[in-house]
C-alpha cells in the first residue's frame, strides 16, 4: 500500500444501541455467519452480542490482516482484543480488481459503498472469497480463551455494523486501503476502455485483443439479421440453500403479534425451497416438462408442515387450514408420497365423469389381464382379479383393508385402514395392479 493511504484506520467507538439488528446489509451478513457457525460455544456468541449492544466495545482499529479494540466486561475490566483475517496475495488482487475493472457497475457499486454480489460470486468462483468464511476469523484475547470468547464475539458484532457502513473496511483487511484501490480501478478501467492502438490501449489489460466496442447501428443491424451473441450460461446451482439471517437479536421486547420462530422457519422453508426450484429449473430440458400448478395455500401449509416446523408452528398451520393434529399428520404423510396430488387423493372425494370412469375400468381389466407382466405383482395369474367395490373415485377390497384411490391426473394410490382410518401407504402408479401390490405383506417388508 502505498502512503498516500494509510495503513491503519481506526474508527471511534459506537453508541450502545439495544434495539438495532447488527448487519443490515449482505456483506455484513455474511461476516455473521462467519462468526456464528464457527464459534464452538454459542453462549459465548450470544454474551458478546450483548457486549456489543451495551456499548463495551471501544474504538475499532482496521489495518490490512487484522482488528484490534479494547473491549470491557461487566465490572470495567478491559481486555485487549484482536481478530485476525487473512490478506489476499498480490494474485489474488490482481485477479479480484480484473474482475471489478471488467464490469462499469462493479465501480460505481463500490463507489456507492456497496459490494455487488456478482463480483463476489465472480471472485468465489476463480478461487479468490472475498468475505470470510468458517474458520476465516481468527480471534486472539488476554481473557485466555483459546476459541472465541465474548470479546472478540462482540468485536466480531460491531465490525458488522461499520461493515454495513463502509465496506473498504473489509477491503482494508485483505489488505488494500479506499484511495489505492479506487486509483488501480480507475487506471485499470480506463486501460480496458481504451483502443489497443492509443496509449492508454497499448499496454493494458486489454492490449492485443483489438476489442474496441462495436457502434450501436452495427449490433442493432445484427439483431435484425438474427445474428445475435449466444446467451451466457446458466448460473452455477449452490450446494445448499443459503442460511437466512437469525432473528436472535435479543431486542428489549417484540411486538406482541410477532412469532419469530414462526418468521424464521418461514425464511429456512422459503430458501430451501427456493434452491428446489433452481435445480428445477437448472435441470435438463426443464422447458420442455410441464408445470404443475401453483399450490393453494391448504396445500402449501402441509407443505410448510413438512418441511420440519416445530410443534407451535405445525399447531398454527393446522389451525389455519381447519385441520387438527391427527389430520394434518395424515396430510404431511401423504405428501410425503407424493406432494400435491398425494394430498389430493387423500383429501379430495370426487366422482369421475363417464369418460373418465370408462377408462379406470379399462385398466382395471386390463392390470388383471396381464397380471403375470405386470410390475410389482409377478405372482398374480392372468384372470385372478380382485373383487373391488366402488364408491366414487375409491376401489376398496371386500374384507381386507385395501384400497386403491384414483387421482384426478389418472394414477392409482393404494391405501390402508388402520385403527378405524384409511391411511395413504406409497407413491402412485399407473397400474391399479401394482399399486395394490404395494399393499401385499411381502412388498411391505
Known amino acids: 500500500m502505498s502512503t498516500r493511504d494509510p495503513y491503519e484506520k481506526t474508527f471511534a467507538a459506537l453508541p450502545p444501541d439495544p434495539g438495532r439488528g447488527f448487519a443490515r446489509t449482505w456483506w455484513g451478513h455474511a461476516w455473521l455467519r462467519a462468526l ?3 464459534a464452538l460455544d454459542g453462549k459465548q456468541v450470544r454474551q458478546g452480542r450483548q457486549y456489543a449492544r451495551t456499548g463495551a466495545v471501544g474504538a475499532v482499529s482496521v489495518r490490512p490482516g487484522g482488528l484490534t479494540a479494547v473491549v470491557r466486561d461487566r465490572d470495567g475490566t478491559a481486555h485487549r482484543t484482536d481478530v485476525l483475517v487473512q490478506e489476499f496475495t498480490q494474485a489474488q ?3 479480484l480488481l480484473a474482475l471489478a475493472a471488467a464490469e462499469s457497475g462493479h465501480i460505481a457499486a463500490l463507489l456507492d459503498q456497496e459490494v455487488p454480489p456478482e463480483l463476489a460470486e465472480d471472485a468465489a468462483a476463480a478461487g479468490v472469497e472475498l468475505l470470510p468464511g468458517i474458520g476465516d ?8 480463551e483459546w476459541d472465541h470468547c465474548p470479546h472478540t464475539a462482540a468485536l466480531c458484532y460491531q465490525v458488522a455494523r461499520l461493515l454495513d457502513q463502509d465496506p473498504f473496511v473489509l477491503l482494508l483487511l485483505r489488505g488494500r486501503g479506499e484511495r489505492d484501490l479506487l486509483d488501480e480501478l480507475e487506471e485499470r478501467s480506463t486501460a480496458e476502455a481504451a483502443p489497443p492502438d492509443s496509449p492508454a490501449g497499448a499496454g493494458g489489460a486489454g492490449a492485443g485483443t483489438g476489442d474496441a466496442g462495436i457502434p450501436a447501428a452495427e449490433a442493432y443491424a445484427a439483431a435484425d439479421r ?5 446467451l451466457p450460461p446458466l448460473p452455477r446451482l449452490p450446494q445448499a440453500p443459503g442460511q437466512p439471517p437469525t432473528l436472535d437479536t435479543e431486542a428489549e421486547a417484540a411486538p406482541a403479534d410477532l412469532d419469530v420462530d414462526a418468521v424464521e422457519f418461514l425464511a429456512r422453508a422459503a ?10 429449473a437448472l435441470a435438463p430440458a426443464h422447458a420442455e416438462r410441464a408445470q404443475p400448478p401453483p399450490l393453494t395455500p391448504g396445500e402449501d401449509a402441509v407443505r410448510l408442515t413438512a418441511e420440519g416446523g416445530g410443534s407451535r ?11 387438527n393434529r391427527a389430520a394434518m399428520d395424515l396430510a404431511v404423510l401423504a405428501w410425503g408420497f407424493g406432494a400435491a396430488p398425494a394430498l389430493a387423493a387423500l383429501e379430495d372425494d370426487w366422482t369421475p365423469d363417464r369418460a373418465t370412469l370408462a377408462r379406470a375400468r379399462a385398466a382395471l381389466a386390463a392390470a388383471w389381464a396381464d397380471a403375470p407382466d405386470a410390475p410389482g405383482a409377478p405372482d398374480v395369474p392372468a384372470g385372478a382379479a380382485p373383487e373391488l367395490r366402488r364408491v366414487r373415485a375409491r376401489w376398496t377390497e371386500p374384507g381386507t383393508d385395501r384400497q386403491l384411490r384414483l387421482g384426478r391426473e389418472g394414477r392409482w394410490w393404494p391405501y390402508r385402514r388402520e385403527a378405524g382410518r384409511w391411511i395413504p401407504a406409497g407413491p402412485s402408479s399407473a397400474d391399479p395392479a401394482a399399486a395394490l401390490a404395494a399393499l401385499d405383506p411381502a412388498e411391505e417388508t
Open 36 to 38: 456464528e457457525d464457527s
Open 93 to 95: 488482487w490482481d485477479l
Open 137 to 144: 476469523l481468527d480471534p486472539r484475547c488476554d481473557c485466555g
Open 226 to 230: 438474427g445474428a445475435l451473441p449466444p
Open 271 to 280: 430458501a430451501s425451497q427456493a434452491h428446489r426450484l433452481l435445480a428445477q
Open 313 to 323: 408452528v405445525r399447531s398454527r398451520l393446522s389451525a389455519a387450514t381447519d385441520r
